[in-house]
């Protein structure tokens, strides 16, 4: 079956950094996708890996590895307003979409 | 503004009871979804629209019918709601042919609790 992984909760100090890690197993692959979803909000697209590699946006980097299966989203520079939950999602071979059920970052003054 | 919207925010519904939940976007995207979310689960997918004319089902299409008449709207069906299907259902749209990166769009979503 098809199955990503990514931490239930994180906790994070404001102004520090902390990296989210999603593991996925799908059936084909044709990109990752970070969202951000703030409580009882819509999702909102961060970032799009499909190359190895690290993505850089602002205080938000995505990383990409194939061959392990594995991204990670680093967040810099934490604030306040980060305080929400991140979804990993894959795009697999039929271009459909695979959700993780999300981690929700906690920051702390 | 554009975007996606979505009616209504916020329903309760009797179990049995027949309920439409709408989805309208102004962006002119050719791909359509709907998801629900619920606590602990990822986004499911539940039906989607490749182009007006056309549906498919998804991950859990059961209890539930979606048609695509035009670009715009994307309605979603429960035929007889059941408790189970208690969640917060997302619409969401993507240009799958002009976007590099299939980038989705969601509505702010509508919240169904069915007693």
């Known amino acids: 079956g098809q199955n990503i992984d990514q931490p239930t909760e994180m906790t994070a100090t404001e102004g520090a950094i902390v990296q989210i890690n999603c593991t996925y197993q799908t059936s084909g692959f044709n990109g990752l996708f970070w969202y951000q979803q703030h409580a009882g909000e819509a999702p909102t697209f961060l970032s799009y890996?499909?190359l190895d590699g690290l993505e850089e946006k602002g205080r938000f980097s995505s990383f990409l590895s194939r061959s392990k299966g594995y991204s990670y989203l680093l967040l810099k520079e934490l604030q306040m307003k980060d305080s929400a939950s991140y979804l990993c999602?894959?795009?697999?071979?039929?271009?459909?979409?695979?959700w993780g059920a999300g981690t929700k970052l906690i920051i702390k003054p | 503004i554009a975007g996606i919207t979505q009616a209504p925010t916020s329903q309760i519904l009797a179990a049995g009871r027949r309920m439409t939940l709408r989805c309208t976007q102004d962006?002119?995207?050719?791909?359509m979804y709907w998801y629900r979310q619920d606590l602990g689960l990822g986004l499911r997918l539940i039906h989607y629209s490749n182009t007006a004319g056309t549906t498919g089902k998804g991950e859990v299409p059961d209890g539930y019918s979606v048609s695509r008449a035009n670009t715009d709207d994307f309605p979603l069906t429960l035929a007889s709601a059941v408790p189970s299907q208690t969640s917060v259902y997302f619409c969401?749209?993507?240009?799958?042919?002009?976007?590099?990166?299939?980038?989705?769009?969601f509505g702010e979503g509508s919240r169904l609790t069915v007693l």
């Open positions: 999602a894959v795009m697999d071979s039929n271009y459909q979409l695979i």
């Open positions: 890996n499909v």
């Open positions: 962006m002119r995207h050719n791909a």
């Open positions: 969401a749209s993507s240009d799958i042919v002009t976007g590099d990166t299939g980038e989705l769009f």
